[in-house]
């Protein structure tokens, strides 16, 4: 079946208040690490394998050495990309001054959502218009912590350094990233050695269960360097990438997570509306209740998972006639975060009580966007994700029963498409 769409709504403009915030926090870095400038050649590493369409490019994940770990341990070098203070500017000038259209022609927007089985779109939001995240955690927190489990932390190599990233699980053993952790923007190349570890905690060595990545697909825009971009490499629409997981002793992914993967949600901005007028002494512009988790490298140096919770506003520019579709957020956050999930309504339903509710929310545990980018500068505390979305590359509300744009055109090609990897079959998907 496929899943739900709700009715389209006209995309929301660059607000002047987004505008406000990123002229005092200048976007800068994709947030997984400070070593290479965006006009640095990285390392060289495995070159992209062809692929049956245009629109996707994989490879099998080359492995050198297993990573111990040890090697876990002492692993904390980021991959991430810095703009310079002129980049910085023309963007935000462009934020300013040039909002993106509502939509392209051949475009399709809507909100899609693709549950575990069925479902409809989760919004925690009343009549008021206001987002939230509510949860459950009770004294111990022992029901919230379970929903911490699919996310963790990803390791890998380019050339023989090692380095880190966050990542998610949205199927057994299919973990979402961001795609500047698995290849080199426009250069053709894969990184090896790709091994993620679920809810991976440095003090808790014996519980860190390892998963060594089999392969890894990207969108070829990115690639190979044309993907819409408000800079070369950085605040990219598809800046996503997915990895198959190989099984531990005949165990999934997943198993090691407490049995569980997150859902995700395409153009989560066409789900939600404005606050109502009244609500606020001021204008307040559309946006989402938003949980971040990650390993960032400023904190517990990138050894334990980290969460952040803030609202996220829409950021889209103007590229070249087509428009690059972001999300962005404050976060104390830095390198080592970067591919980590952003979270709709994360946690788990108390009961209710006197006829309560959490507005139209149904489901939880809802990703829209992975961390993509930010600054370097400890003082900014601002990022941006890549969001899953309809787009320029990837136009269609619906791919097979994945739903639409690009994280729906991903999946479907790891789990359905003939030519793909055939996950559902294997019984590895969701």
Same mark, same amino acid.
């Given at each position: 079946m496929a899943p739900p769409v709700m009715k389209s709504r006209a995309a929301l403009a660059v607000a002047a208040a987004l505008a406000l915030l990123l002229a005092c926090a200048a976007p800068s870095a994709a947030q997984g690490s400070g070593d290479f400038s965006a006009n640095?050649? +990285? +390392?060289?590493?495995?070159?992209?394998a062809a692929d049956a369409s245009a629109k996707f490019s994989t490879a099998k994940v080359v492995h050198?050495? /297993? #990573?111990?770990?040890?090697?876990?341990?002492?692993?904390?070098?980021?991959? @991430?990309? !810095?703009?310079?203070? !002129?980049?910085?500017a023309a963007l935000i000038a462009a934020a300013a001054n040039t909002p993106a259209a509502a939509e392209e022609a051949g475009v399709e927007s809507a909100a899609s959502y693709a549950p575990e089985s069925g479902g409809v779109v989760p919004l &925690?939001?009343?009549?008021?218009?206001?987002?939230?995240?509510?949860?459950?955690?009770?004294?111990?927190?022992? @029901?919230?912590?379970?929903?911490l489990k699919p996310a963790g932390k990803l390791f890998f190599k380019i050339g023989t350094s090692n380095y880190i990233c966050s990542a998610s699980l949205i199927g057994k053993s299919l973990a979402v990233t961001a795609a500047h952790c698995v290849c080199a923007f426009g250069k053709s190349t894969f990184y090896t050695d790709f091994? #993620?570890?679920p809810d991976y905690d440095v003090d808790n060595p014996s519980g860190n269960v390892v998963f060594r990545g089999k392969a890894v697909i990207v969108a070829t825009s990115y690639l190979k360097g044309t993907d819409t971009c408000a800079t070369a490499g950085v605040a990219c629409s598809n800046d996503v990438a997915l990895v198959w997981l190989d099984v531990n002793n005949g165990q999934q992914a997943f198993q090691a997570a407490g049995n569980?993967?997150?859902? =995700?949600?395409?153009?989560?901005? !066409?789900? &939600?509306?404005? +606050?109502?007028?009244?609500?606020?002494?001021?204008?307040?512009?559309?946006?989402?209740a938003v949980t971040q988790l990650g390993y960032p490298g400023n904190w517990d140096n990138?050894?334990?998972?980290?969460?952040?919770? &803030? /609202?996220? #506003?829409? =950021?889209?520019?103007a590229v070249s006639g087509k428009t690059m579709k972001n999300i962005v957020r404050g976060t104390s956050m830095t390198g080592g975060s970067s591919g980590g999930p952003w979270l709709l309504n994360l946690g788990v339903d108390a009961a209710a009580s006197n006829g309560a509710n959490y507005g139209s929310v149904t489901t939880r545990n809802a990703v829209i966007a992975v961390t993509s980018w930010g600054r370097t500068d400890a003082a900014v505390k601002f990022q941006g994700a890549s969001m899953f979305a309809t787009n320029n590359e990837f136009p269609?509300?619906?791919?097979?029963i994945r739903g639409g744009g690009n994280i729906g055109a991903l999946v479907d090609y790891a789990c359905d498409s003939a030519g793909g990897w055939g996950l559902q079959a294997k019984g590895f998907c969701r």
């Open positions: 640095d050649q +990285p +390392p060289s590493g495995q070159p992209a050198t050495k /297993p #990573f111990t770990k040890a090697a876990m341990k002492r692993a904390t070098q980021e991959r @991430a990309v !810095e703009l310079t203070a !002129e980049q910085a &925690s939001q009343g009549t008021s218009g206001f987002s939230f995240a509510d949860t459950r955690v009770a004294k111990t927190g022992t @029901a919230f912590v379970p929903n091994t #993620f570890v569980t993967y997150y859902n =995700y949600m395409i153009n989560a901005f !066409e789900a &939600s509306a404005a +606050p109502g007028a009244g609500f606020a002494s001021a204008a307040v512009p559309k946006y989402l990138g050894g334990k998972m980290q969460m952040s919770n &803030s /609202p996220g #506003f829409q =950021y889209n520019v269609n509300a619906a791919y097979g």
